[in-house]
């Protein structure tokens, strides 16, 4: 099946560029995702890409998908202390998966904004 | 809009109760709702599909008579976790599947359990 990772902490300064990255499996995977949660919350949709494309922007968060090499990265311009969670990255089943509607998640990464 | 929510969004109970969390779509109909478990400082295990008017499908190596799932409408599927144990103590986040192009799923807030 599928195995999406991520590393597991990331630290950077108030105003500095994040950069996210997450390696997954299943080259057929369809709709990839990035999702936050903070601390006793659920998860918050934050932006999604279909594997046929590039890179897409949305105001402070730009997705990278590199296809080939399986790479997917979430860049947050200008972080604020508020950007502070975990960052979930989730793929959608592709052949590989028992069901195309299911996710599968990487193991979220810990955003931590120093001031 | 894609709004979901959860009820309780916390409940202890004593061992050998059984709790039922509910999961609802607020402003769209969800054939299809997730069920994940979250063990503190972990990513998601996803525990079955509820799938409305039918017979959830649950993930390999999670009980079904331990973990009732009943989809009864488009917008609520509960789950009930049967004579609670310690064990059991975690947050269960519901998602529903919003049928656009995209089949995004949008999450609740989650509901932690604990189980003295």
């Known amino acids: 099946g599928e195995d999406v990772e991520q590393s597991l902490f990331l630290s950077v300064r108030e105003g500095d560029s994040s950069v996210i990255n997450c390696t997954y499996t299943d080259s057929s995977s369809t709709y990839l995702y990035w999702y936050k949660q903070e601390p006793g919350a659920g998860l918050q949709l934050l932006t999604y890409?279909?594997?046929?494309?590039d890179m897409k922007q949305d105001q402070r968060l730009t997705v990278l998908l590199n296809k080939k090499d399986k790479h997917l990265s979430l860049r947050i311009a200008d972080t604020q202390t508020g950007d502070s969670a975990i960052y979930f990255c989730?793929?959608?089943?592709?052949?590989?998966?028992?069901?195309?509607?299911?996710?599968?998640f990487g193991s979220g990464t810990q955003l931590t904004v120093l001031p | 809009g894609a709004v979901v929510s959860q009820h309780p969004s916390w409940v202890i109970c004593k061992s050998g109760t059984s709790v039922k969390i509910e999961c609802r779509s607020l402003?769209?109909?969800?054939?299809?709702m997730f069920w994940y478990r979250q063990f503190p400082k972990q990513s998601l295990m996803l525990m079955a599909t509820s799938n409305e008017g039918s017979k959830a499908t649950y993930e390999q190596g999670v009980e079904k008579d331990k973990f009732l799932i009943n989809h009864a409408s488009l917008t609520l599927s509960t789950l009930t976790v049967t004579s609670a144990h310690p064990e059991d103590s975690s947050f269960y986040i519901c998602?529903?599947?919003?049928?656009?192009?995209?089949?995004?799923?949008?999450f609740g807030p989650g509901t932690r359990l604990t189980v003295l």
């Open positions: 402003d769209f109909q969800a054939t299809t």
């Open positions: 998602s529903a599947l919003l049928l656009i192009s995209t089949d995004t799923q949008y």
């Open positions: 989730a793929v959608k089943g592709g052949i590989s998966s028992g069901s195309a509607r299911q996710l599968t």
């Open positions: 890409i279909f594997s046929n494309m």
